[in-house]
Every structure is written in structure tokens, then in C-alpha cells.
């Protein structure tokens, strides 16, 4: 399943300077639950700002400068392990996206793909219309930034669940 997971405010806002607007402990939590165990996909920006792979997570990278640490041979099969804390750079989501699928049917796993971000990959993601479900922090109140979620309408889409926290509302839609 394709999921994208974003925290925003009530403007959409999801970003300044290649840092999140807010320090909320328990969604950086709840992130890390949903997004264990899985593989990540997220833009050069986004990586650069983390710093390193995440981990217990395959992390995959959507540039066009950087080089892959992680080098895959064509007919290679990979098994998750193999690949876990690992950066994988892709120059563009579709051959991201294929990979992860390639992976995840050659070992029959049932692993999510979580779109972690940045901003133009959102977009991307969400024009292509290439999810399956969204995953989002409602974040309490109105931050400054420079990074935003694309603008969407919230209400043509079903809310699979909810959750309410001190300072934000977890939902996901389908």
C-alpha cells in the first residue's frame, strides 16, 4: 500500500527551512510506529534534513544528484533485510515506486511504502494521483514556514480513522 504521512497545519504548512515548525514529541511517535518496518520515500531535500537513513526502514531517495550508497544490480533479489538502513537513490518516484513493488512480490512480503515528504514530492504524488492512503497530523494552530501540502479537499475522501492527541488529530483517509 501506498501511503503518504505528512503533518500540517491549518494552513497546510508543513515545513521551514528544511525543519518541521513544531516540536510535537508524540507525532514524531506515532510516525515512527506507523513507518517502522517499511520503506520510506522521500526527496534529496527531505533526506538532507534528516541527516541519515532512518532506521528499520528502507530508505529510498528521489534525486538526481546524489549517488546511491547502496548499489542494485538489475536481476538481483533482494530481501528486505538486505536493504534495511540503507539509502537507495531513484532519479525519479516511478522507478522509486517499481522498486518497492519489485521487492515487496518477489518475497510476497505485505511492507507499506510511507511518502515521507518534501514538498514536490507531495505534489507529485498527489497530481499523479499514486497513493493509496493519507496519513495526517492535523496539527493544532498556525505556524511560519515556507513548505507547504498541496491544498486538498479533505471531504472527498473517507476517514478510515481517528485519533485524537494533545495537539493534533491523527487521521487516515482513504
Not at 39 to 51: A, P, V
Not at 114 to 120: A, D, H, T
Amino acid at each position: 500500500m501506498i501511503n503518504i504521512i505528512v503533518a500540517i497545519d491549518k494552513n497546510y504548512l508543513i515545513g521551514d527551512r528544511n525543519k518541521i515548525p513544531w516540536d510535537i514529541p508524540e507525532d514524531l511517535k506515532l510516525f515512527k510506529e506507523k513507518t517502522t518496518d517499511n520503506f520510506l520515500l522521500m526527496g534529496r531535500k527531505t533526506f538532507e534534513s534528516i541527516g541519515k537513513p532512518l532506521p528499520n526502514r528502507v530508505n529510498i531517495v528521489i534525486s538526481k544528484s546524489l549517488d546511491s550508497e547502496f548499489k542494485i544490480e538489475k536481476n538481483k533479489l533482494y530481501k528486505f533485510e538486505d536493504l534495511l538502513n540503507k539509502i537507495i537513490v531513484f532519479s525519479n518516484i516511478e522507478d522509486g515506486l517499481e522498486f518497492y513493488k519489485k521487492i515487496n512480490f518477489e518475497n510476497n512480503y505485505n511492507k507499506d511504502i510511507f511518502i515521507i515528504g518534501g514538498g514536490s514530492i507531495y505534489n507529485e504524488f498527489i497530481q499523479k494521483k499514486k497513493f493509496d492512503k493519507l496519513c495526517i497530523s492535523h496539527i493544532n494552530g498556525e505556524y511560519l514556514g515556507d513548505t507547504y501540502f498541496p491544498k486538498i479537499n479533505f471531504k472527498n475522501y473517507k476517514i478510515n480513522f481517528e485519533k485524537k492527541f494533545n495537539n493534533f488529530i491523527y487521521r487516515e483517509y482513504i
